[in-house]
């Protein structure tokens, strides 16, 4: 048997784009994107602290370095500039794996830029 489990998680990055006329997708930072281990185009579950909108989509890589966290297509109407994210990905586990398996956690600071790590 498998269980659903999280896989990684970047904490509470700030909104820094919305572009309703995009195809969608999320863009994210590649800094975050290499700290947490998702990668281009992976299935991600979003959560917006201010408003509690929960939705999916995919990420495509932004700029290095910029802090970018942007919402694009439909995505776009589900969080406002600069509000606050929760980034997860989830992955099927063996109850084995289970046993040694840590998530990797991402926390920025109000730049999106990487303040620390936990796994």
């Known amino acids: 048997m ?9 904490h ?9 006329n995009y195809e969608g997708s999320c863009g994210i930072d590649q800094d975050l994107m ?4 998702i990668l281009e185009y992976e299935r991600i579950e979003l959560y ?7 939705f999916s989509t ?12 942007s919402l694009n297509g439909a995505a776009a109407r589900r969080a406002e500039l600069g509000d606050l994210l929760i980034i997860c990905t989830y992955g099927p586990m063996t109850d084995e794996e289970i046993k040694t398996f840590k998530p990797k956690i991402v926390f920025v600071d109000e ?9």
Not at 48 to 54: H, I, S
């Open 34 to 37: 290499e700290a947490a281990g």
């Open 12 to 20: 509470r990055v700030s909104v820094t784009q919305c572009d309703l």
């Open 58 to 69: 995919y990420t495509i890589p932004g700029e290095r370095g910029s802090g970018e966290i």
């Open 48 to 54: 917006n602290v201010n408003n509690g909108e929960r």
């Open 111 to 119: 730049k999106n830029k990487i303040a620390g790590m936990k796994e």
């Open 2 to 10: 498998q269980r659903i489990m999280l896989r990684s998680k970047i």
